[in-house]
């Protein structure tokens, strides 16, 4: 079975950062991909960003510039390190990981940016 945990979110003023950090623990873990993905009251589920096993990244255009995906694939761990925040990046962020197993989400990390 895989646990996939997020820490990190919290409630930051307008131009501040956070850095959100993913762990995913299980037998045999073979991680194809990492991702965020990020979800507003009344708005649907949309990709942040992705790392993949060739180190690829991806960014959704709303954070380009601003936010930062990493991974410590020893520690079978990804973080988000996010720049000059906006109101617009209040949303419940959740860890996706795409390993041989299948597809796994954490229980998300509740990000607020408000003055």
């Known amino acids: 079975q895989v646990q996939v945990v997020e820490s990190g979110g919290g409630l930051v003023q307008p131009g501040g950062s956070l850095r959100l950090s993913c762990a995913a623990s299980?037998?045999?873990?073979?991680?194809?991909?990492m991702s965020w993905y990020r979800q507003a009251p009344g708005k649907e589920r949309e990709l942040v960003a992705t790392?993949?096993?060739?180190?690829?990244?991806n960014y959704g255009d709303s954070v380009k510039g601003r936010f930062t995906i990493s991974r410590d694939i020893a520690k079978n761990a990804v973080y988000l390190q996010m720049n000059d925040l906006k109101p617009e990046d209040t949303a419940i962020y959740y860890c996706?990981?795409?390993?041989?197993?299948?597809?796994?989400w954490g229980q998300g990390t509740q990000v607020t940016v408000s003055s």
């Open positions: 299980g037998r045999s873990l073979s991680i194809y991909a």
């Open positions: 996706n990981i795409h390993s041989r197993v299948g597809i796994h």
């Open positions: 790392i993949r096993i060739d180190k690829t990244v």
